[in-house]
């Protein structure tokens, strides 16, 4: 049982290294916390830029877009870093590359805490800043810089697991397994008609690991 767990471990299986702080469920608590704590804080400073006082939805529209930026850029970053290293010590499909391509996965996994994700944040608000250019005040709301910080800190995590875990905001139906409502939702409709926060889903199993946020109404 003990080879078993290690070799699981080894290619992120189901069992977890109880020692690792970068474990999934911890991971998946972070998103969680990104939501339920970080993106409140987020907002409420956020209320105390004069031009963005009133503006609810911009706001929302704004913390939803950090997320699906952040694992977008860690999704492309870590695709990148593979690839370079494929490329330059010219990998194949023998038994010596597959043994150093799960070296290299187990690597990025563990350590994840610790890999520098400036990039990452630098790509996203470079998006951001671009974007909502009429904010200029933005670019200097402690809690939204900290709430970008966490947020690709948290996608770097996700993405480097084995398989890697992805978020999901494409679905226009309601689905009580995979979704909650927003309070300002019609409960009696099934029409999705805005994302709040996106579900995360696992890799391996597809299963939803933590519920997007959403608001339906006819």
């Not at 995979?178 to 890799?203: A, K, M, Q, V």
Request: with cysteine; glycine share 4%.
């Amino acid at each position: 049982l003990a080879e078993q767990a290690q070799r699981q471990l080894e290619k992120g299986g189901k069992f977890e290294d109880l020692n690792q702080v970068s474990r999934p469920t911890e991971l998946i608590r972070g998103y969680s916390s990104l939501y339920s704590q970080a993106r409140i804080d987020a907002l409420d400073a956020l209320d105390n830029i004069t031009e963005m006082s009133d503006a609810d939805d911009l706001k929302s529209k704004l913390l939803f877009s950090v997320v699906v930026l952040a694992f977008r850029y860690a999704q492309n970053q870590a695709r990148d870093i593979r690839n370079k290293i494929k490329q330059i010590l010219q990998l194949s499909d023998d038994k010596s590359s597959i043994v150093l391509e799960e070296t290299i996965e187990k690597y990025l996994r563990t350590t994840i805490q610790k890999y520098d994700v400036g990039k990452i944040i630098f790509e996203v608000e470079n998006q951001l800043w671009t974007t909502l250019y009429d904010y200029p005040r933005l670019k200097s709301c402690h809690e939204l810089l900290k709430y970008i910080n966490s947020a690709c800190r948290t996608a770097w995590g996700l993405v480097n697991q084995t398989p890697p875990y992805y978020i999901e905001f494409q679905a226009t139906k309601y689905d009580k397994q995979i979704h909650e409502r927003f309070h300002t939702s019609d409960n009696e409709s099934e029409t999705i008609i805005e994302y709040i926060w996106p579900c995360l889903i696992d890799g391996r199993d597809r299963a939803c690991v933590a519920k997007g946020v959403v608001i339906t109404d006819e």
